[in-house]
Nanobody, 113 residues
Framework: QVTLVESGGGLAQAGGSLRLSCVASGNSISGYTMVWYRQHSGEEREFVALITRDGSAKYQDFAKGRFTISRDNAKNAVDLQMNSLQYTDTAVYYC???????WGQGTQVTVSS
C-alpha cells in the first residue's frame, strides 16, 4: 500500500508559476511510472503528465512547453513545475502510480485571470 500526498497548490496569477509535489510513503515509487492528473470542478479527472521509472516524460497537449514533471527518488517524490499558468489550469491536481488507485486528497490550484 502506498500513500500519496500532494502539496504546493494555491492561488496564482495568470502567467505565474507553481510547483506541485507528490510525496509517497509506505513503499518506494522509484520503480513505477508516476502520473499527474487534474480535475476541473464538475468534470472527470484528466491526464496531465507522466514520468517513467527511467525519467522519460510525456505530456498532455495543454501541458507541453509549460509544465515539467520530474522525480526525486531520494525523496520518494514526483514534482510538477507549472509555468505560464492559465485560468483553465484551475483544478485539483492529483498524482498516482500508473494503473493504480492510490488517490490522495489532491492539491487545489486556482489561477486568477
Amino acid at each position: 500500500q502506498v500513500t500519496l500526498v500532494e502539496s504546493g497548490g494555491g492561488l496564482a496569477q495568470a502567467g505565474g508559476s507553481l510547483r506541485l509535489s507528490c510525496v509517497a510513503s509506505g513503499n518506494s515509487i522509484s520503480g513505477y511510472t508516476m502520473v499527474w492528473y487534474r480535475q476541473h470542478s464538475g468534470e472527470e479527472r484528466e491526464f496531465v503528465a507522466l514520468i517513467t521509472r527511467d525519467g522519460s516524460a510525456k505530456y498532455q497537449d495543454f501541458a507541453k512547453g509549460r509544465f515539467t514533471i520530474s522525480r526525486d527518488n531520494a525523496k520518494n517524490a514526483v514534482d510538477l513545475q507549472m509555468n505560464s499558468l492559465q485560468y483553465t489550469d484551475t483544478a485539483v491536481y492529483y498524482c498516482n502510480i500508473f494503473g493504480k488507485n492510490f488517490w490522495g486528497q489532491g492539491t487545489q490550484v486556482t489561477v486568477s485571470s
